[in-house]
């Protein structure tokens, strides 16, 4: 069978998060180039199918289920060639309810729990056990989903741009350690992606009062804030990240690379 461009035939990458949102469509796109894609989420029973990719279901924030998955993995597919640490929670929350009007969307300490446990505690240990698997077959390629606003911050999500910031930081230092071994760590940044389907009415409420509006107020003119004109489109992180797993990108690593349409700094 002749091999694609990416030459990703053949390779198991593990996708968190992959049942909805950016996770699915990265899931799909790799499974669609060749991957043996394996899709972990707390949503999806081990041993299913979704879109063509394995399922295992883990909870990423538990070190139990996240080394059951990954021996899991390897059980089926005998090795771990790539993770994409994608999993993550976004709780809009101001530092201060300066308005005093809703309490509840003011920083507290489960929502900062809550955020920390997924975006960091999950991509901590998903790389870890992944990590270890891959240095016992001489290598592999972690890409960790970090965000725009972990660069730049952002108005009401000030929670979790650090908890961004902090994958930036895996990022850079976890490269520095495992790259003599073989295995690359990266990141990719997202910066306003369309609709993935996963925005609760609940979720524009808070956001829109963070940003002092109403929910219906909440700005879709991307013209003036992204030079490119337009939001992000799924299936463009689908291909970046395809291209960030393959051997075509072999001497990237321990960088985090914006796909925001101009909007981000470097």
């Known amino acids: 069978m002749k091999q694609g461009w990416l030459c990703l035939e053949d390779r198991v990458v593990i996708v968190t998060g992959g049942a ?13 180039a060749g991957a043996k894609t394996v899709v972990v989420d707390m949503n999806v029973k081990t041993g299913e199918e979704l879109d063509g990719a394995y399922c295992v279901q883990c909870n990423v924030t538990d070190a139990d289920s996240v080394t059951a998955m990954a021996n899991a993995v390897v059980d089926k597919f005998g090795r771990i060639d790539a993770l994409v640490n994608n999993a993550g929670i976004n709780m809009p929350r101001l ?3 300066v308005a005093g009007e809703k309490p509840e969307y003011e920083l507290n300490d489960d929502s900062f ?30 890409v960790n989903m ?27 230092s976890w490269a520095k350690e495992l790259g003599k071994y073989n295995i690359r760590v990266l990141a990719c940044a ?13 979720y524009n409420d808070a956001l829109a009062y963070t940003r002092g509006c109403k929910p219906e107020e909440l700005s ?8 490119m004109g337009r939001d992000g489109k799924l299936d463009e992180v689908g291909d970046l990240v395809a291209y960030l797993v393959s051997d075509r990108a072999s001497y990237i690593a321990g960088t985090t690379i914006n796909i925001s349409g101009g909007k981000s700094r470097g």
């Open 20 to 32: 909805s949102g950016i996770g699915r469509h990265v899931a799909t796109t790799l499974t669609a």
């Open 95 to 97: 530092l201060v309810d």
């Open 113 to 142: 729990t809550k955020m920390f446990n997924v975006n960091v505690k999950g991509v901590f240990l998903c790389a870890q056990a992944c990590a270890k698997q891959m240095l016992k077959q001489g290598g592999g390629v972690i």
């Open 146 to 172: 970090s965000s725009e606003s972990g660069k730049e911050g952002s108005q009401g999500q000030s929670a979790y741009s650090a908890t961004k910031g902090a994958v930036d930081s895996f990022t850079r």
């Open 190 to 202: 997202p910066g306003i992606m369309e609709a993935t389907g996963l925005r609760s009415p609940a």
């Open 220 to 227: 879709t003119d991307y013209s003036k804030v992204i030079p």
